[in-house]
């Protein structure tokens, strides 16, 4: 009996520690956002791949980014849930929407950044959240998005830099919804959370290592 308890536990505390999920913890700074009429004069781009506080927290250490917002895209379910979408029935995957100034930093930086800061062969997830709320995705709004999409793809698979083939999705953008707020700068807002700590920011400091001179200013 006391053998079956202490595996539930187990089970139990691997979950709580691995999961890109809701979290009542909400130390940590707060940060200053830009108001939708500050954000009108940046151009915009969507990304999908993983748990979107890793990914959000990626864009918003890169010179150029004014701000990342998570939410949902991918999907055909209208103004659809977390709890919809973790439970993958929606189509939808946990995504970002990405405010560049395109004198800073091009599109094709934020894809360089997006195939850097993940495994782009990973299918329907990023360790250790697996589901096709997980997978990964460029969302492009036009036909130069969608050809520097496709070809930073073709070049990687040509290169062999990975053994495994491009996962990669590339999709015309439709609509994004934008998540509920607690999820909104999670990282920041939670660095000491378990999965931030044991996930989202070994994630971020790995691509920080990969690419410091595309990093803001101050950030080592």
Known sequence: MKGMRLMALLIILSLFFSTCGPSSNSEGRQTEKLNPQ???????????????????????????VKEAVSGYSGGKESSPTY?????????HAEAVKVYYDPKVVSFKTLVKV???????????GQHPDYGTQYRSIIFYQNEEERRIA???RDSLDASRAYDQPIATEILAFKKFWEAEEYHQDFEKRNPYQPY?????????????????????????
């Open 38 to 64: 500050q954000l009108e004069q940046y151009e915009t781009a969507y990304f999908a791949s993983g748990c979107f506080w890793c990914v959000e927290a990626v864009y918003e250490s890169v010179r150029g």
């Open 83 to 91: 709890e919809q979408v973790s439970a993958g029935i929606t189509g």
């Open 114 to 124: 997006y195939y850097g800061s993940q495994n782009p062969t990973t299918v329907n």
């Open 150 to 152: 496709e070809g930073f």
């Open 196 to 220: 931030v700590r044991s996930v989202s920011i070994p994630r971020l400091k790995k691509f920080q290592s990969k690419f410091p001179e595309l990093l803001k200013e101050g950030i080592e």
